[in-house]
Structures are given as structure tokens and as C-alpha cells.
Nanobody
Framework: QVQLVESGGGLVQAGGSLRLSCAAS????????MGWYRRAPGKERELVAA??????TYYSDSVKGRFTISRDNAKNTYLQMNNLKPEDTAMYYC????????????WGQGTQVTVSS
């Protein structure tokens, strides 16, 4: 089993920055790809960014150029969010998978990000 715990969410003004962290524990050898999803009220869940073990990355068009995903080892993954916009307001979830295309084997509990205008 794998446990994922997010931290770093909060309230920030538009144009501000936040850094989300995801700490993994348990059978972390299974964690090839890590990523961040978000779900805003009334909207579908969206894959925001992901990174695989070879450091290949994926970004959704809505965050490209503003968000940066990184990982320092098999345990910790980060999402640096700059130039935040009110439309970035959502619950952000850390997730893992075998590949970026097959994310969702394990999920964290989520951390709320709220961007005020």
C-alpha cells in the first residue's frame, strides 16, 4: 500500500504563489509517475501536472508556464504555482500511477487552494 499526504494549500491573492508538497510512504517502489489533479466546485476533475521517474513532465494548457512540478526522490513531489488566478481555486489532489497516462492507483486526501481576486 501507498499513502500520499498533501500540504501547502491555503488562501492567496491573485498573482501570488503557493507550493504544494506530496509526501509518499509505504510501498513507494511502486510510484513511477506522480501528479496533481484538481477539482473545482461544479467542474470535472482535471490533471494539472504530472512527472514520471525519468523526469518527463505533463502540464495542462490552463497552467502551462505558471506551474512547475518536480520530485526530489521517490517520496516527495512538489507543485510550484505562480501567478495564481481565481480560476485556479480548487481542491488539489496528489496521485500516483505506473505511467502519466495511467494515474490514479493511489490518491491523497487533498489540500484546498483558494485564490481571491
Amino acid at each position: 500500500q501507498v499513502q500520499l499526504v498533501e500540504s501547502g494549500g491555503g488562501l492567496v491573492q491573485a498573482g501570488g504563489s503557493l507550493r504544494l508538497s506530496c509526501a509518499a510512504s509505504g510501498s513507494i517502489f511502486r510510484l513511477n509517475a506522480m501528479g496533481w489533479y484538481r477539482r473545482a466546485p461544479g467542474k470535472e476533475r482535471e490533471l494539472v501536472a504530472a512527472i514520471d521517474y525519468g523526469r518527463r513532465t505533463y502540464y495542462s494548457d490552463s497552467v502551462k508556464g505558471r506551474f512547475t512540478i518536480s520530485r526530489d526522490n521517490a517520496k516527495n513531489t512538489y507543485l510550484q504555482m505562480n501567478n495564481l488566478k481565481p480560476e485556479d481555486t480548487a481542491m488539489y489532489y496528489c496521485a500516483s500511477g505506473t505511467t502519466i497516462a495511467t494515474m490514479g492507483d493511489y490518491w491523497g486526501q487533498g489540500t484546498q487552494v483558494t485564490v481571491s481576486s
